[in-house]
């Protein structure tokens, strides 16, 4: 590792505040190329980070951490933080398991207050944290770091609304014109509007100059004259959105200034009251290939970009890019099809219609409860609605699919993206409850391609379908060992039948599984035909209708069957693998079949160190072939 004066003398704020400030500016330039330098090398969010190096550096200054709370929005920006706090000596082992995350994480450092990794969510928690300081006689204050992308999301307006004037609370509005996409809206629009208000703020100083001038009564006059001023540059400027909540707004300000923010930070500490702080920081600042493409190295797999000045693109196609293509090949033959995502263009694969037709796609912005409701009033007036959510986000808007789509009964395409585990990111992002959330939806068909076949075939057929098609699908691409070992992938027909590998007669052992971790079902399955257990893998590319599945299990258990074992990358509790084995339960108890289940029963379980996910939380194949020989050495009678 690159040998960093500054940073490696860091090893809490204190250290920080015992610089002169003549050496702050080295810091912050040691601190990008420490960034960029671990980032680009391990993974994680660069341009975000970069931009608020100075920001950061200013807050630790003025603010006391652990006494003064600091948080952090979605938290992907928190690695400078981080740094200052002691951890610099981790990043090494980012967003690798058991090691430092991508994101806050109160049971990493007494630093990290609230815990974070979707959007819009600081605000509440920070005027929950103000209020307890208030209800408790704490003079302990509490930052709130937001960014632009994020006031696209409801609850940021919702957490405004309830905001006491009265709080020790400083809003930072981190204003860079992106969240990972060009951020859009009525809000975005606003923020342009109050960039352009330099006028104003011309205006107010030399105000505030003039009336200290004025003989006995100067600074008594600054202090009254609010009110008379707000009426004047309300009537002249008009107000603007903070201000009309009643919150003290200072702003906007470079916020790649240290000087300037540290400053205005400092002003608002003494305000001892809310204040929405409103800064503009440049994206990717210090790295010129992530200034001039903020939305591509917003966040960087490992090694794609380091030591290159230049972006290096990723050519394998992902399931992500075949879903965008796809429905970007039906848009321009059909004009009932709309497309929607959540400030996620790029990320759900979508960029190739906002290219090609973008008046058919809407990005709603960090909206996702929003976007489902959204796309059921489109549905209920004849268009049909393609809704495209990462699994952890889709949490978000469950209410919204039960309430104003699926109670309707309205059609509606919804792509489940980032499905299972996503190591880098963490539980955070985990896609590992939608079926269970979505299963008891009566009607819904839920569908989980191995091919991209598969997903191509039932995207299709989803558009003419009555009710909820979701179709969900992991990050990245197909296991091609995968493919090659299972049958029916040529096949031209939609995939209403579970395909499987060879079965028999004579099979001991059944597994039955959908999605990624298949390929810990074909691992336990060679391991245990080497111990003599004859087992063969029943893969479901759609899970529902269960009762239908169920019959076609029933088809495939042959009289040497003694256990049929249900493999999931989702929640135990309400599973496919649990409802498959209560439907299931009559057929085995008739025929003398065991039953079990390898799902995830911790759902919150902390990655550790050298083991995979699905080692952590037990559905691997060692996992697999334990629970099979420990149930039929039990009932060896059988």
């Known amino acids: 590792m690159t040998s960093y004066q500054y ?104 630093h ?29 204050y509490t930052v709130c770091i937001v960014g632009d992308g994020a006031f696209t999301g409801g609850m940021i307006h919702e957490a405004l609304n309830n905001v006491k004037k009265d709080r020790r609370l400083v809003i930072i509005l981190n204003e860079n014109e992106m969240s990972i996409s060009p951020n859009r809206g009525r809000f975005a629009d606003h923020l342009a509007i109050l960039r352009a208000s330099k006028k104003y703020h011309g205006v107010k100083n030399n105000t505030r ?21 707000q009426k004047v540059k309300n009537l002249l400027y008009q107000s603007n959105y903070f201000e009309n909540l009643g919150l003290y707004y200072l702003g906007p300000a470079d916020g790649n200034d240290l000087a300037t923010v540290e400053t205005l930070l400092r002003i608002a500490k003494d305000a001892k009251q809310s204040v929405i702080l409103h800064l503009k920081t440049k994206k990717g600042k210090g790295y010129p290939p992530a200034e001039a493409a903020p939305d591509i190295f917003h966040a960087v797999p490992k090694n794609r970009y380091y030591h290159t000045k230049t972006p290096i693109p990723d050519p394998t196609l992902t399931y992500s890019d075949v879903f965008g293509h796809t429905l970007l090949r039906y848009m321009l033959e059909r004009s009932d099809l709309r497309a929607i995502t ?22 709603v912005g960090i909206a996702e409860e929003h976007a489902i409701t959204y796309a059921a009033g489109l549905s209920a007036g004849g268009i049909h609605p393609v809704a495209t959510i990462y699994s952890s986000f889709l949490q978000r808007s469950y209410d919204n699919i039960i309430h104003d789509v699926a109670l309707q009964k309205l059609p509606m395409t919804l792509c489940i993206d980032r499905a299972g585990f996503n190591e880098g990111d963490g539980v955070t992002h985990h896609g590992i409850f939608d079926v269970a959330m979505l299963s008891e939806l009566p009607d819904i068909q839920i569908y989980a391609p191995i091919s991209y076949s598969c997903l191509r075939r039932v995207l299709a057929a989803s558009f003419d379908t009555d009710g909820i098609t979701a179709i969900r699908y992991p990050k990245g691409a197909p296991d091609t060992e995968i493919l090659a070992h299972f049958a029916g ?24 599984t959908y999605g990624r971790i298949v390929k810990e079902a074909v691992k336990a399955e060679e391991t ?80 550790e160190t050298g083991r995979s996910m699905a080692e952590t939380t037990g559905i691997d194949a060692g996992s697999i072939v334990a629970a099979v020989c420990d149930l039929l050495s039990e009932h060896s009678t059988l």
């Open 342 to 363: 959540a400030a996620m263009t790029d990320g759900t694969g979508m960029r190739c219609i906002a290219e090609k037709k973008p008046e058919y796609l809407v990005d």
């Open 112 to 140: 990290d207050p609230f815990g974070a990794g979707h959007a819009s969510t600081s605000l509440s928690a920070a005027l929950g944290m103000a209020d307890a300081d208030a209800a408790r006689g704490s003079d302990a």
């Open 489 to 512: 992938y040529t096949k031209e027909d939609i995939p209403t039948k579970i395909d499987f590998s060879p079965l028999t007669d004579s099979m001991h052992v059944l597994i039955v």
């Open 209 to 229: 100059a003039f009336l200290k001038k004025v003989p006995y009564i100067g600074e008594s006059l600054v202090d009254t004259a609010k009110d008379l001023k």
């Open 528 to 607: 245990l035909r080497v111990l003599g257990i004859p087992t063969g893998i029943i893969l479901m590319e759609q899970l529902t209708p269960y009762s239908r599945r169920c019959e076609e299990i029933s088809m495939y258990a042959g009289n040497h069957t003694k256990l049929i074992l249900y493999l999931e990358e989702g929640i135990y509790n309400g599973g496919a693998g649990m409802i498959l084995r209560d439907s299931m339960e009559p057929f085995c108890q008739k025929h003398s079949i065991l039953q079990t289940i390898c799902a995830i029963r911790n759902p919150f379980a902390a990655s």
């Open 7 to 110: 940073i490696n003398s860091i090893h809490s704020p204190d250290d920080l505040r015992a610089l002169k400030p003549e050496v702050l500016p080295i810091l912050a330039q040691e601190i990008r190329s420490f960034l960029v330098e671990h980032v680009t090398k391990n993974g994680g969010h660069l341009a975000s980070n970069l931009g608020v190096v100075e920001m950061t550096i200013a807050i630790h200054r003025v603010f006391s951490s652990p006494k003064d709370h600091i948080i952090f929005d979605v938290g992907h920006q928190s690695y400078v933080h981080k740094i200052i706090t002691g951890r610099a000596d981790k990043f090494d082992t980012l967003r690798q398991n058991g090691g430092l995350s991508g994101f806050t994480k109160r049971s990493e450092s007494l």
